[in-house]
Structure formats: structure tokens, C-alpha cells
């Protein structure tokens, strides 16, 4: 209420400013018309500055028309990057979905060299002794124990699956050297180690490719996600800089035509957009106080 009271007197003082210059001076009613021009001049100025904001910012959206299709400028942009955005997440999606999968497989494959040790070290205890077996046999256990401490490890996030690789990669030798070493069914063995090993490396390999493309694929998205708060920024800009030249553009044809009740309304709906009433810049005339003026 109090703004709009400002505004009321805004529009009102250089009405009054001039009727006062017209009882003093004695100078005709022509003073009023200079004040609205001075008013409209103003007002018109300011008219100008925002078109002018409009076609820059309309330059930076891209389009420096009245937007295509109906749509403000930028809209289309806007939703061409929200549609960028959604393909983008999708394919990310998808990526970390198969990162999962891939992390699965490899914990089938683990578990399944894990038995074929224990299968064959189960087989080969049942056989006479052999020094040079023991020491082999020896070997794979702390290879195994290796294992299963980094398994715990990268399970933890503690370290890469190249690490575990290579720590699994000394189990599979190991036991290859033991395998090798055996009489009875070592090429099975060799074999079996062999193709489990090479899968599994296969597996690290395919995690590790779209691990590497979920960073890129997100790197991107973070990017049109910039975009996409940038053009908004643009659009809000445009849209209200066209509210405040359309209101300007109002204000200045009711000053010429002197609808003081319109202007008023137009004038607290510019404040709100950041425009401020127009001032004269003449002093205001203050009423005396009568026990203070000079007694005859």
C-alpha cells in the first residue's frame, strides 16, 4: 500500500509541480506539456534501453526474432537440451547397469577358479608325496591367501580391479606351475585355469571400457546441464525485459493521453519489474508551519 502511495505521487508531483510554477511565475499552462514531454522522453529512453537488452539477449539464445512455432525465443533450444539430457542419462543408465553385471561375472568367474583349485588340490592330496608338488601346492595357498585379502579390499573400494587382477593373475600362474607339474590330469587343469583366467581378465577389461564412458557420459550431461540453466536464465531475462517494454510502451501512450488512473497502475507494475517512477528532480514545495512564520 505504502508503494502505491509512492507511485500515486509519482505521477501526481509534476502536475502539481506545475500548477505551483504557473501561480507563481505567472507563465502559461504550457509548462504542464513541457513536464509530460520531459515525462514521455524518459520514459521512452528507458523503452529503448530494453528493446535494445531484448535483441542481446535474443542474439545469445540464438534467435533474434519473435522465437519459432509460437514459442518464445529459446524455448526451443531449452527443450532440445532437456531432450539431450534424457537420451544422455538413459545411455548412462545402461552403462552402469552393465558396469554391474560385469562386476557379477566377475565374482562367478572368481568362484569358479577358487573350485577348480580346491578341486585339484583335493585330488593331489590323495596322491603319494611329492616334494616339489608340496612346495608348489605351498605357493598357491599364500597366492590364495593374496587373493582373498585384496578381494576383500577392492569389495571395500580400497583399491582398483587392476590390482586385484594382477593378484588374481599370480594365483592362475601358481597354480598353472602346479598344474604343469602334475602327472595325472594336468593339461585339463592347465586348460580349465587358463580359459577362466582369460574371462576374467575379459570381464576387468569390459568394466573397466564403461567405466571409463560413464566419466565422459556424465562429463556431458554436467555440460548440457550448463547449458540448460543458461538458456533459462536467458528466457526469464527476455521474458520479463518484454513485459517491461510492453508496460513502457503502455505508460508512455497514457501520459499522452492522460489517464492518470492507468498510469498510476502502470507505474507500480515497472517498479516491481526494476523500473523506477519517473522523478523531476524539482524541489517539492513543503506547507509552512504557521507558528513559525513571521507575525506582522
Not at 568367474?109 to 596322491?127: A, N, V
Not at 538458456?231 to 517491461?244: F, P, V, W
Amino acid at each position: 500500500m505504502k508503494m502505491a502511495k509512492l507511485a500515486v505521487i509519482a505521477v501526481f508531483g509534476y502536475l502539481s509541480t506545475a500548477v505551483l510554477s504557473f501561480g507563481q511565475v505567472g507563465t502559461p499552462v504550457t509548462n504542464l506539456d513541457l513536464e509530460k514531454e520531459a515525462m514521455i522522453a524518459h520514459y521512452r529512453k528507458l523503452h529503448e534501453e530494453t528493446r535494445n537488452g531484448i535483441k542481446e539477449l535474443r542474439l545469445l539464445l540464438g534467435e533474434p526474432g519473435e522465437g519459432v512455432g509460437g514459442k518464445r525465443p529459446g524455448v526451443n533450444k531449452l527443450e532440445d537440451l532437456t531432450r539431450q539430457i534424457a537420451l544422455q542419462s538413459s545411455e548412462l543408465a545402461e552403462a552402469k547397469r552393465l558396469i554391474s553385471r560385469g562386476e557379477s561375472k566377475q565374482k562367478v568367474i572368481r568362484k569358479k577358479l577358487l573350485r577348480i583349485e580346491t578341486d585339484f588340490s583335493r585330488s593331489q592330496k590323495e596322491k603319494p608325496n611329492d616334494p616339489v608338488a608340496q612346495a608348489l601346492q605351498k605357493l598357491v595357498e599364500i597366492d590364495e591367501s593374496a587373493s582373498r585379502r585384496m578381494k576383500e579390499k577392492f569389495e571395500r573400494g580400497l583399491i582398483s580391479s587392476d590390482e586385484l587382477s594382477n593378484t588374481e593373475r599370480k594365483l592362475a600362474e601358481s597354480r598353472l606351475e602346479l598344474a604343469k607339474h602334475q602327472r595325472e590330469d594336468s593339461a585339463e587343469v592347465r586348460k580349465a585355469l587358463a580359459a577362466a583366467s582369460s574371462a576374467l581378465e575379459e570381464a576387468v577389461f569390459e568394466s573397466e571400457m564403461l567405466a571409463t564412458e560413464s566419466v565422459e557420459l556424465q562429463k556431458e550431461i554436467d555440460s548440457l546441464r550448463e547449458e540448460q540453466a543458461r538458456i533459462d536464465a536467458l528466457i526469464h531475462d527476455e521474458t520479463e525485459s518484454s513485459m517491461r517494454a510492453a508496460d513502457l510502451d503502455a505508460l508512455i501512450q497514457t501520459i499522452r493521453s492522460g489517464n492518470t488512473e492507468l498510469q498510476v497502475q502502470l507505474i507500480e507494475r515497472l517498479r516491481k519489474l526494476g523500473v523506477e517512477p519517473y522523478d523531476s528532480g524539482k524541489p517539492k514545495a513543503h506547507p509552512v508551519d504557521a507558528s513559525k512564520a513571521p507575525k506582522d
